[in-house]
RNA sequence: GCCGGAGUGGCGGAAUGGCAGACGCAGCCGACUUAAAAUCGGCGGCCGCAAGGCGUGGGGGUUCGAGUCCCUCCUCCGGCACCA
């Protein structure tokens, strides 16, 4: 650059345009996904926040991959609504409460205030006209007519469950949020225990079938498998084993190998099965009571540990083999789950590790029924009868059989006395939505003494959150100590009525969202045409954590709706890409209470935002994350730096040069080969392979213009292009220049570039000259020359010959376009 | 234990079975400057003076050719975990 030119160029400073140009996108409304417009749509969501307090840059790393995304799609010619709102409800606002005296509106209010502030300052295409805050009352509602509707499609009931209940935080705890080998709170860390109450169920199991297929759906393996396994479909039998008491009905069992029904050695209920204090014997009794009580007061971790031993008592009782009518002792052990299956199992202890342990403790004997076809078999240990060429042994009629024909076929003969059928189990329990805490969705249920549990009638809704109540955690929800709010009326007869004082599942509000943002200020949950318009969301982002939690739920809630007739389509996210994880400097997960969270205020200060959106894709791969390290982010400042200074306009500091058709040649040739690259690498979710393409195109642009092409005009399109193609990743600064050039507001209205091929062609390409694989020179044609020259210009190389000492070559493969390899003798 | 994902320079990372280390960071050298910062240019896997050799977690294999495919082992990360 001469010294003319640089006196000419203003000094980089991004905190000269870059809040103004986000004022002027929000006030033009640049943003605003409009309903009536002609277009395609494309719904492009990534998950909404938390308001925990302050925005980190995790939020920043997830938010900004769709929205690069959602701006090449709206370049591409889409109508591309991209909103955000804040998933309000929930523990951190209540615990807020307590610690702090303040009101959970106040705080969460506030934190969403400061939130959506920092939000703006990342220069997203997020469209605010359609915020969703799920704590708001005119969310709510909606929250609570959809209750309303699945418990009208029997699709919600109410039932005493044994809970997992973390005692710290004071609440029941779904399945899936109780995590690790030490069944602990996902919130809070500590250890579960189980307790009986009335609970309110969405029937998710209704849905395990159409849950396991994804055919249609663009979604991460890993999220499908997750699902698969959590879902955990097992095909098998159930069995009725009759008991030797009279007038007490038969024990049913699941199994998914009824062919090693032959090995049945005794059988196992779960202690808290009905069955057991009906069957055991007054000699046993004491025993028995004994062991259920112990099982019962144990926590989640003791009862599900797979390192202790198992223990039993035997009840006194005996139930009888329905297909050889052999006597078989009734057990009672924890290691059979009261909620899988049927709570009680036929044990099989020569094929079963855990039934084999039992038998092993207590002497229980252990019979083969399945082995090799080879005849051999083990006899330290249970041997695992999985395999395709096995056969039944010691089988009675089903002896010799292949086992994988006696699944069937021992099935099919249980049918036929009328003591088994075939059965399907799941893994998957219903989910549990009921929440003893304040800060949710009232349940809107109401407990009238003659009439039950009614719904609250829909005109009736909202049922709002009373806001002076005491929040200080008991075990029971804080709105029972309400009377104003406890206090109702039975929708059937007048009477006075009880109202229901539990909130709901935090998911549940996520788990409709989606549809809100599509017709948010609407008088219904969501108005149906603009739902039909806009759904199914298009591409969805965000954390692989929420893999079993609000993805399945979600699926759910869709489905169920479509049965009840509200959508017309079957999944809610067509394609889902998950962001990698942010770490903390000390690779741990960013925490506010390890004090390693990024915040990226100062960052933006400093460098402003396009470059934080910049480094923050350009340290990896987007799916990967990684711990933060900001060292790099100066790499980034020199490169928009550099965009800066090529973007400016009217550059006319040209020197003549003899070789410039070349030069320019090369430049174009750049350019096309970066609208390719980048257009490639931006749909797949590779923006650190884009930025670095982009910052190839902005080098070749700096060497362009060193050697003199700066006022031509395939330099001027080099730059624009430049400037389009970055504008999604860096939309500040390519708005401002844009705007310098004199070219039409706004650059992110502007077409995305089109690619040439013919002008990506190069003129020459280098080849490389391998001897047995090893690279010995190099060749530099133009892409027409003939195959058998470039063969013989190889065999003719100096250092080839010297490798080949002389002899011919056994083989030259020629890969066109790639490289020639000699193969000596 | 089961199911996923991942191991490449000092660091982040790149590479449809075809030149390993693109693009950056940090570093070193140089230009500009009284000087520094900023900026610009250059160098950079390891061993070796060189020729050359060795290099993508370890070991084996397929192939003219393997970071990439196959087998096996090790390590790390995520999920599930007595699910009959």
Redesign the pocket.
Known sequence: ?TSETRARTERFDPAAYEANWRERWERDGLYQARDDDPRDKQYVLTMYPYPSGDLHIGHWYAATGPDIVARVRRMHGDNVMFPMGFDSFGLPAENAAIDRGVDPATWTAGNIDRMRAQFRTMGCMFDWTREVVTSDPAYYHWTQWLFVQFFKAGLAYRAMAPVDWCPKDQVVLA??Q????D?HCWRCGTPVIKRDLEQWFFRITNYADELLDFSGIDWP??IR??QT??I?R?E?AEIDFPVEADGVDPIR?????PDTIFGATFMVL?PEHALVSVLTTPEQREAVDSYVVAARSETEIE????E?E??GVFIGAYAVNPLNNERIPIWI??????????????A?PAH????F?FAHRYDLPIRYVVVPASGELPTSEAFAAHEADEVLADSGEFGGMPASEAIGAITQQLVDIGLGSFAV?Y?LRDWLISRQRYWGAPIPIVYCPDHGAQPVPEEQLPVLLPSDVDFAPTGVSPLQSDAGFLAAECPVCGGPARRDTDTMDTFVDSSWYFLRYTSPHSALAWEPEKAKLWMPVDLYTGG??H??LHLMYARFFVKALRDMGMLDFDEPFLALRNQGQILGAD?Q?MSKSRGNVANPDELVARYGSDAVRCFLM????WD?G??W?P??I??????L??VW?VGQPSLTDAVATNDADELERALRRATHVAIAGVSEDVEAF?F??A???L??L??AV??AR?AGLGSAPVYADAVDTLLLLLAPMAPHITEELWSRRGKPYSIHQQAWPAYDPALAAADT????V?V?????D?LVVTPDTPAEEIEKMALGSE?VQ?HLGGRPPK?V?H?PG??V?I?TP
């Open positions: 650059m399945r899936e109780v995590e690790g080998v069944r393996e890993p498998l997750m396994n959590w955990g097992s098998g069992v699941f199994t998914t190998r779960a009862r599900t540990s797979t202790r198992k223990t052990a924890d290691y059979v789950l009261p909620g899988y299956g049927t709570g009680a199992i036929m099989v079963d590790e855990r039934d342990a189990s893994r692989a954590e893999a079993v690779h997960r350009f340290i990896g791969p990967q990684g711990p390290n060292s790099g100066d790499g980034i400042h020199r490169f730096g550099r200074s590779r650190n392979t930025l670095a393409k910052m190839e902005t080098n700096t060497r060193e390409i280098e080849l490389p391998q047995n694989g090893k690279l010995r190099r250092k010297a083989r493969i890969v790639k490289l390899n193969v």
